[in-house]
């Protein structure tokens, strides 16, 4: 075979799917149709859950100083994201082109295969592997992979020629998007609500400024270019009564509210990830950072079963993981989209909403809701609250060395984190270190009334999510091991 996995489409979700195979030692080729990386915005920023994903694989700080902020919002209505407690902040203002570089250089430097320039034309799944047509620089050529995931946004060549089904609602509206230079506007960083519709304004590096205009009543349009610069402007200036038009446009698009989700996220060795599987309203910013945190999911299973380490039905934890993980996402953004753009008769509902959010309770659970941090997995039955959450940063001591629980996922294997030193657990675990390191440490300045108070030992999957603890998991730590990496070797 040409590849064990071939991955189409070079974005966010692609190349982190890439990143994380060639991390568990699997080959794999990225096929990409553009010849280069546009260098367009598009999504902006990260949420707390992927702030904790990129420094649980020590990338984070390949993205430099980012302005980080606990402000966001839930259809417009301020929230305080700040009442996650032990959470990353979020990142704002990193453009999708910077992640998307970042994370192809992080890809590259593992051995990952970037081919631009290469247009899958179809394929075909022959039970035993996937053959795939594809056209490059050098004309038509086939290519074989054991599998072929989908990572090709929206428009997805990969789901469509696979037959998936993609249900939902068709778009109801059009919104212009616009990255702008030579305006001096007040910000509207969570977006401002007029009578005829919603504006948002923020400031990005380079003295760039990115626009949002939704016109209330506007029909969408099937186009097949970007929305010209004066229309942008003359719906901007129906808004709020600016003139806007002497900017200088550096990036415009177009986008509808269109929510659809595939039924399923794995067909045979097809599998899906990303825009490939969901589309909606891009509220909070929360698109691209589910596409990663799909990516995430997928990678360390799809390399176990590739190893032979773990049973093929491992990949069916993928679809029932992340697709209410998807449902949930469509769900929240339709909610956002009808608080956000909907007109006046909605107002009481947004009145009632806010006076809600007065309630930290409240707060914190919209902001669980947008941010990831309130994912859980079914990994067995059990008391202590984290199992099936994601692990939260622990700083740790070991062999007298400062480390963390952040640090222990860095190779992207599975964690069995022995906090009372006990040499038993250890050996119950030492048939599986080929895909597990064990790492014994003492926490570090841990809170009485931490989730983690009283813990002896975790086990964490290699996409942070905790997956067995002592006490407090019904399973044995050697039931837990072989349902998530196979059986003892």
Not at 205 to 216: D, H
Not at 417 to 429: F, H, S
Not at 458 to 468: E, H, N, S
Request: glycine share 12%; aromatic share 6%.
């Amino acid at each position: 075979m040409d590849a064990e996995v071939i991955v189409v489409g070079a974005g966010p979700a692609g190349m982190m799917l890439a990143g994380e195979l060639r991390l568990a030692g699997t080959d794999v080729v990225v096929l990409e149709k553009l010849h280069a990386r546009t260098g367009e915005s598009r999504g902006l920023g990260f949420t707390a859950r992927t702030m904790e994903v990129f420094d649980q694989r020590g990338i984070l700080s390949r993205f430099g100083d980012v302005e980080i902020s606990n402000l966001g919002h839930f259809g417009g209505l301020p929230v305080d994201f700040g009442l996650l407690e032990g959470a990353h902040q979020a990142a704002k203002s990193v453009p999708q082109s910077a992640t998307e570089t970042v994370l192809e250089e992080w890809a590259t430097s593992l051995g990952a295969d970037i081919r631009r320039g290469h247009e899958v034309l179809s394929f075909e799944d022959k039970g035993d592997g996937v053959l795939i047509e594809v056209r490059g620089p050098e004309g038509v050529h086939q290519l074989t992979a054991a599998y072929l995931v989908g990572c090709d946004g929206g428009r997805s060549l990969v789901r469509k020629k696979a037959g998936f089904d993609f249900p939902g609602t068709a778009a109801t509206m059009e919104m212009f998007l616009a990255d702008v230079r030579g305006v001096d506007l007040e910000p509207r960083m969570i977006g401002e609500t007029l009578p005829g519709g919603m504006v948002m304004v923020g400031p990005l590096p380079g003295g760039v400024t990115r626009l949002i205009v939704c016109e209330r009543g506007t029909p969408p349009r099937q186009r097949t270019a970007p929305p010209d610069w004066d229309e942008v402007a003359a719906a901007w200036q129906r808004l709020t009564g600016d003139d806007i038009s002497h900017a200088e446009p550096v990036w415009l698009s177009s986008f509808g509210d269109a929510t659809r989700q595939v039924s399923e996220y794995r067909r045979g060795r097809v599998l899906l990830a990303g825009d490939s599987a969901h589309i909606h309203l891009p509220a909070g910013g929360q698109g691209m950072n589910t596409s990663i945190q799909d990516a995430v999911n997928l990678g360390w299973k799809l390399s176990a079963v590739l190893r032979g380490t773990a049973p093929e039905d491992l990949l069916d934890t993928y679809q029932r993981e992340r697709h209410p993980v998807g449902r949930r996402l469509l769900m929240n953004t339709q909610a956002q989209g009808l608080l956000f753009l909907s007109g006046p008769e909605v107002q009481p509902l947004r009145d009632v909403l806010t006076e809600l959010l007065a309630y930290p309770e409240v707060g914190r659970h919209l902001a669980g809701m947008v941010s990831g941090l309130e994912i859980a997995y079914d990994v067995g039955g059990g008391s202590h609250p984290l199992l099936g959450h994601r692990m939260p940063h622990l700083d740790l001591t070991t062999a007298g060395r400062p480390t963390s629980s952040t640090k222990a996922l860095h190779r992207g294997r599975g964690v069995l984190l022995d906090l009372k030193d006990n040499p038993v657990l250890r050996e119950r675990a030492r048939a599986w270190l080929d895909r597990v390191d064990i790492v014994t440490a003492t926490p570090a300045g841990l809170s009485p009334t931490s989730a983690l108070a009283g813990t002896a030992a975790l086990l964490v999957r290699p996409d942070g999510y905790v997956a067995w603890a002592a006490p407090g998991s019904h399973d044995s730590l050697p039931m837990s091991l072989t349902r998530w990496f196979g059986p003892a070797q």
